[in-house]
């Protein structure tokens, strides 16, 4: 199984960028996708997460209103988007997968690499 996320650079406060997440060596089709970012310095926090089939989005009250996740159809695929971005967003941008899903890491199986996203001003 591999999480390859992607989409992560160099932006302006308050601008957007798109992060993406693609699936392989299993099916999804019952599982949670989450995002999780850590900033220099501190521990991993949860974003999002999305859980097939019902497509029921939760948000860490930091990023609610700003982000939102989403999937394509073939459930290989999620993104956050990411709007009015902060300099606090900064951070390395982690997608996982898990069965339950939810704002903890242990809720999560499969990790992947993280893709930065740097907030200036």
């Known amino acids: 199984v591999q999480l390859q996320a992607c989409g992560g650079g160099l932006v302006q406060a308050g601008g957007s960028l798109r992060l993406s997440c693609a699936a392989s060596?299993?099916?999804?089709?019952?599982?949670?996708m989450g995002w999780f970012r850590q900033a220099p310095g501190k521990e991993r926090e949860f974003v999002a997460a999305?859980?097939?089939?019902?497509?029921?989005?939760y948000y860490a009250g930091s990023v609610k209103g700003r982000f939102t996740i989403s999937s394509d159809n073939a459930l290989t695929t999620v993104y956050l988007q990411m709007n009015s971005l902060k300099l606090e967003d900064t951070a390395v941008y982690f997608c996982?997968?898990?069965?339950?899903?939810?704002?903890?890491?242990?809720?999560?199986?499969?990790w992947g690499r993280g893709t930065l996203v740097t907030v200036s001003s």
């Open positions: 999305i859980r097939w089939p019902d497509n029921i989005p």
């Open positions: 996982a997968a898990g069965p339950i899903g939810g704002p903890e890491e242990r809720q999560y199986d499969y």
């Open positions: 060596g299993r099916t999804f089709s019952n599982y949670a």
